[in-house]
């Protein structure tokens, strides 16, 4: 610690490849949800933390003030480190906050919230841990359902290296009992199944350091807090309705709504149903309001843009009735039509004005016939279904190049400053007083700054000529 060794080890491995990576995915997950909860476990020597800190900052601008989160909480086992990470990151002060914590201990007993993260980080923190399941229960706790857990960490356990210099530290063998022999790090498939039994859905991705094993020794993991599904077996009882509107006569609408039924009812617990729009009158009389609508009818067609005065009345008796709407068109793809592009319009209009409306768009792409839409339209009925009244949501997914997207309004600050130097009559150029670098100014009153006095001297001479005055005149 003192040579500063162990520091230089730790900053190297933030400029390897995988913590490139896990930076740039920390970027996208603050671009998808901006309002990131992030803790951060083990912060210790910070060398993850800068990645994350300049990730976390604004596009293209070196924002010193602040970073896209709601908030940031720095944590480690030692307070020892605290202080010069507050020094750091003085200038996030509004948004990081920074204190001990026990992984191995209650994160609630330490005075952490429990399900309130978004996002929790720990780099090469875990495996110094006696029981690696305790550890990730009380990180699960932290996290909200679908929160992401993001852990750097060695896996391979027969790699030589790190046991050789780390090995000689009490803290390298604190396992109890839980199969680690020869190494406290184990290797991405039993971190699989060590996180699928403990709340999380398993790897669900690693960012590893080389893709060769013969060089390959350690990596970024990311794995996503789950429920318990309940088993759906003999006793099982769907939990809500939900209601599939389609066409009478399309068949690509029928095909599709068919393929949604078995999901619905063995992945979402509902009971789906199929009606057509021209039986949503009698629909709309009895049903219950938390039921899932899924709307197909402009899907392969232009419901919108072909309205008439009896779709007219179906449609606003579709939104009347309505709590939950899925609404699907296949506007997709990277030549959308204008017609399914009304859709957009209304629908910011019935969430400003109906706020009763959970309303969620998703524009599929008919043209790309190699995905499975089905599967599309599941993830979003699950995020609709898991969705609680009073907090945000994503109202609008499209699909392009076979990919869901989701829309955010980022600050062109180029075009802002753009309109202000042309709006401005004057440039400020940072310019010399005087070409002659042996020539500085004597005084310059500020509070009449008509003049300016120069005397001209030689800076670097032991004996200078008598100064020769000038004025200069604004």
């Known amino acids: 610690m003192q040579s500063g060794l162990l520091k230089s080890y730790y900053e190297e491995l933030a400029q390897y490849r995988c913590a490139i990576q896990a930076a740039s995915y920390v970027d996208l997950l603050s671009h998808q949800t901006p309002a990131l909860s992030i803790l951060e476990v083990g912060g210790g020597t910070r060398s993850a933390t800068r990645n994350l800190i300049r990730a976390l900052r604004p596009h293209k601008e070196d924002s010193t003030w602040y970073i896209r989160c709601n908030r940031y909480d720095f944590t480690d086992i030692s307070p020892a480190f605290l202080d010069d990470a507050k020094e750091e990151f003085a200038a996030f002060h509004s948004q990081m906050t920074f204190g001990t914590l026990d992984v191995e201990r209650d994160f609630v007993e330490q005075g952490y919230q429990e399900g309130v993260y978004d996002l929790v980080v720990a780099d090469n923190v875990l495996h110094v841990t006696s029981d690696l399941a305790k550890t990730l229960r009380n990180?699960?706790?932290?996290?909200?359902?679908?929160?992401?857990?993001?852990?750097?960490?060695?896996?391979?356990?027969s790699g030589w290296t790190a046991g050789f210099v780390f090995g000689v530290f009490p803290g390298w063998w604190r396992g109890l009992d839980d199969s680690r022999v020869l190494s406290?790090?184990?290797t991405s498939g039993a971190w699989d199944s060590l996180l699928r039994q403990n709340g999380f859905s398993g790897v669900d991705l690693v960012l590893k350091d080389f893709d060769q094993d013969v060089a390959h020794h350690l990596g970024w993991i990311i794995s996503t807090a789950t429920d318990e599904a309940p088993s759906?077996?003999?006793?099982?009882?769907?939990?809500?309705?939900?209601?599939i509107i389609i066409s009478q006569g399309s068949a690509e609408q029928q095909t599709l709504a068919e393929s949604l039924i078995t999901p619905l009812k063995h992945m979402l617990r509902m009971e789906p149903r199929k009606i057509t729009i021209e039986s949503v009158d009698a629909w709309s009389q009895e049903r219950p309001k938390d039921e899932l609508v899924i709307f197909l009818v402009d899907y392969v067609g232009s419901f919108l843009e072909t309205l008439k005065q009896r779709t007219w009345t179906q449609l606003q008796t579709l939104v009347q009735a309505s709590r939950h709407l899925?609404?699907?068109?296949?506007?997709?793809?990277?030549?959308?039509?204008?017609?399914?592009?009304?859709?957009?319009?209304?629908a910011r209009t019935l969430r400003a004005e109906y706020y009763e409306l959970h309303l969620v768009t998703l524009a599929l792409d008919i043209a790309n016939a190699n995905t499975n839409k089905a599967s599309y339209l599941m993830k979003v009925a699950?995020?609709?279904?898991?969705?609680?009244?009073g907090h945000s949501y994503e109202e609008e997914y499209l699909e392009v190049d076979g990919?869901?997207?989701?829309?955010?309004?980022?600050?062109?600050?180029?075009?802002?400053?753009?309109?202000?130097?042309?709006?401005?009559?004057?440039?400020?150029?940072?310019?010399?007083c005087l070409s002659n670098p042996e020539t500085v100014p004597s005084f310059l009153n500020m509070e009449q700054i008509q003049t300016l006095e120069v005397i001209a001297q030689e800076l670097f001479?032991?004996?200078?000529?008598r100064p020769q005055s000038g004025r200069v005149t604004k």
């Not at 759906?232 to 209601?243: I, L, N």
């Not at 609404?327 to 209304?346: E, F, I, K, N």
């Not at 699950?382 to 009244?389: F, N, R």
């Open 139 to 157: 990180v699960r706790r932290a996290l909200k359902p679908g929160g992401k857990l993001l852990i750097h960490e060695l896996l391979n356990p």
């Open 184 to 186: 406290p790090n184990i």
């Open 232 to 243: 759906v077996g003999a006793g099982f009882e769907p939990k809500r309705q939900a209601t």
């Open 326 to 346: 899925l609404w699907v068109t296949s506007g997709g793809g990277r030549t959308a039509t204008p017609g399914h592009g009304m859709l957009d319009g209304l």
């Open 382 to 389: 699950s995020e609709m279904v898991e969705w609680t009244p």
């Open 403 to 432: 990919l869901l997207h989701i829309r955010r309004l980022i600050e062109a600050r180029y075009l802002k400053a753009n309109m202000d130097a042309r709006l401005t009559p004057y440039e400020f150029v940072p310019t010399p």
């Open 461 to 465: 001479s032991a004996q200078a000529p």
